[in-house]
C-alpha cells in the first residue's frame, strides 16, 4: 500500500507541475506607450508609483532610466478610511501623511484608477497636490472606469505598451464614474491632456504639465 500512494503521490505531483499557470489578463495601452518618451526627455528621471509595487513594473522603469519611487495609495486609503475615532477629516489626515515630496519632483507620476475609488472629499486636493508634484514638463497617466461596476484590479507594466490586470485583495468599491467634462475640469490646470478609451470600460487620460 505504501508503494501505491507513492507513486499516486508522485504522478499527481508531476501532472501538478505541468499543469500551466493561469494566463493574466493583458490589456494593450496607448496612454503609456506615450507616456513612456515624455520620460526620457529628463535626464534620470524620477518616477512615482501610486499602486502596488511589482517587480516587473519597478525594473521596466529602472531599465529606462528612471529612479522610481513608490507609495501604494489605494492601501493606504483603505487603511486611513478604516480609522475610527479620529476628529481630523478623512482628507486632511491623507494628505497630511502622504506623498509628502517638495514640489516639482517628478517627471512622471502612474495613477492608475486611484481617483475611481476615492471619496469626494479627497479627489479636487489630491489632482492639485499631484499636479505639485510634477515638474513643468511631467506627465500623469490615469485609469477611469466609464461604468460604476467591476472589482477592485492592481496593475502591473509588462513593457511599454501592456499592462497586466491582476485581482486586488483591498475592501474598495468604485465610487464614481467620469463624465469626459468633468476629467478635464479636474484636471484644468495641466497644459495638455489625451483621451485613450478602451474596448474594456477603461479610459486612459495622459496629462502633461
Not at 164 to 192: D, I, V
Request: hydrophobic residues 45%; proline residues 6%.
Amino acid at each position: 500500500m505504501g508503494n501505491l500512494l507513492r507513486s499516486l503521490t508522485t504522478r499527481l505531483q508531476g501532472r501538478a507541475a505541468e499543469a500551466p499557470l493561469p494566463a493574466v489578463p493583458r490589456r494593450a495601452s496607448l496612454g503609456l506607450q506615450q507616456f513612456v518618451p515624455l520620460l526620457g526627455e529628463a535626464e534620470h528621471p524620477a518616477l512615482l508609483d501610486l499602486g502596488c509595487v511589482w517587480q516587473a513594473t519597478v525594473a521596466f522603469f529602472t531599465s529606462a532610466g528612471c529612479k522610481v519611487y513608490a507609495e501604494d495609495l489605494f492601501k493606504f486609503l483603505s487603511q486611513t478610511a478604516s480609522e475610527s475615532g479620529q476628529e481630523a477629516p478623512l482628507g486632511e489626515r491623507f494628505l497630511a501623511a502622504a506623498l509628502r515630496y517638495p514640489e516639482g519632483t517628478f517627471r512622471g507620476i502612474l495613477a492608475w484608477d486611484l481617483f475611481d475609488y476615492l471619496p469626494d472629499e479627497l479627489v479636487e486636493p489630491l489632482a492639485a497636490h499631484l499636479h505639485g508634484l510634477l515638474e513643468p514638463g511631467g506627465a500623469l497617466l490615469g485609469l477611469f472606469h466609464n461604468r460604476q461596476e467591476g472589482s477592485f484590479t492592481r496593475y502591473r507594466v509588462l513593457d511599454g505598451q501592456t499592462l497586466e490586470l491582476l485581482p486586488g485583495s483591498l475592501p474598495l468599491s468604485l465610487a464614481r464614474a467620469y463624465p469626459n467634462r468633468t476629467l478635464l475640469k479636474l484636471f484644468a490646470a495641466f497644459r495638455s491632456s489625451r483621451t485613450f478609451i478602451g474596448r474594456d470600460n477603461l479610459r486612459e487620460l495622459l496629462l502633461v504639465k
